[in-house]
């Protein structure tokens, strides 16, 4: 259609027919476990994106200053390249964890009269007005981190659960500042419900790409620790779909870790993972009456150790 000013000026004055929407299907995936679909669909919505995302640059890059288009072109088809792979890392990194599992879809079945806002989980205790400091070297700079259980109480979907705070500077300026609310069982386990993930960059607040909580966009709680451990326990930590998918394993049960802060036995050991970054792995360390007291970055090797604790 050519637009004339008349025929702009006639549009308005009518209504448009607009055209009727073709009915799509609902996915399904019925050879799959609940687990496995989940994953499967999350697979194809990253693709998905990808192509999205392409089909935009390319508009972009005709709309381009001379000369520029080109290169756009190649950075978009770059980009395309590295989202598809991406794509098919979590796949198989969901597909695993499927495995470990067992298949089924996460829905934990839990009543809010079953947690207190306590937590004295012996390898994940939380003082309320304590502070755990932790500090390493890393590629980014220094790394100094204070983590300190607050007095304050909130309610998440029902849930009465304890904010601690997580402080991140690198080489003395802020980096992150994470609020994290966890509230323990009545068997001893501590769970997770929800996340402020704040980062910062030159000092101004850059993203809070990772917050989430209980009940708000089909985002559930997970373990962030048992009460009883054994070799081979698995569980997630932390579920929204594409945004918190962290999940461990137990590793070893009578660890012995030597930090700054002393020499601890018996300590839990697991390995930290999330699908959304298929590649990073961590080992963590929890003494027993202490909590967390070493973090090893698989990758890079980087420790964060516990160099004190004080009120």
């Not at 607009?18 to 799509?24: D, E, F, G, Q, S």
């Not at 989980?121 to 309320?128: A, G, K, L, R």
């Not at 963590?284 to 160099?307: M, Q, S, W």
């Amino acid at each position: 259609m050519h637009w004339t000013l008349a025929k702009l000026l006639a549009v308005g004055a009518t209504t448009l027919a607009l055209p009727v929407a073709t009915h799509v299907a609902f996915p399904s995936f019925a050879s799959d476990s609940d687990c496995e679909s989940v994953a499967r669909a999350q697979r194809n919505a990253a693709e998905a994106q990808a192509e999205a995302d392409l089909w935009l640059a390319a508009a972009n890059a005709k709309n381009a200053p001379d000369g520029e288009a080109a290169a756009r072109e190649a950075a978009a088809r770059a980009a395309f390249d590295e989202a598809k792979d991406l794509a098919r890392a979590q796949f198989q990194a969901r597909d695993q964890v499927c495995e470990l599992l067992g298949g089924g879809k996460y829905d934990p079945a839990l009543s809010p009269g079953e947690f207190s806002t306590t937590i004295d989980n012996p390898y994940f205790p939380h003082v309320p007005g304590q502070t755990m400091v932790y500090e390493g070297n890393s590629a980014d700079g220094f790394v100094h981190n204070e983590v300190t259980t607050t007095f304050d109480v909130v309610t998440i979907a029902g849930f009465g659960v304890r904010a601690i705070e997580d402080v991140v500077l690198i080489d003395g300026v802020q980096a992150e500042h994470a609020t994290d609310y966890f509230a323990q069982r009545a068997n001893g386990d501590v769970w997770y419900f929800g996340e402020v993930s704040r980062e910062f960059e030159d000092g101004f607040l850059d993203s809070l790409e990772g917050s989430w909580r209980t009940g708000k966009d089909e985002a559930k709680p997970g373990i962030v620790m048992l009460q009883d451990n054994h070799v081979g326990d698995v569980y997630r930590q932390e579920y929204l779909i594409d945004v918190a998918e962290d999940v461990a394993l137990v590793l070893a049960t009578d660890a012995t870790v030597q930090v700054p802060f002393g020499t601890f036995a018996h300590c839990v050991k697991t390995i930290e993972f999330a699908a959304l970054e298929p590649d990073a792995f961590e080992w963590k360390f929890y003494a027993p009456n202490v909590g967390l007291v070493l973090i090893v970055d698989l990758g890079t090797g980087d420790r964060l150790e516990l160099v004190d604790v004080h009120e």
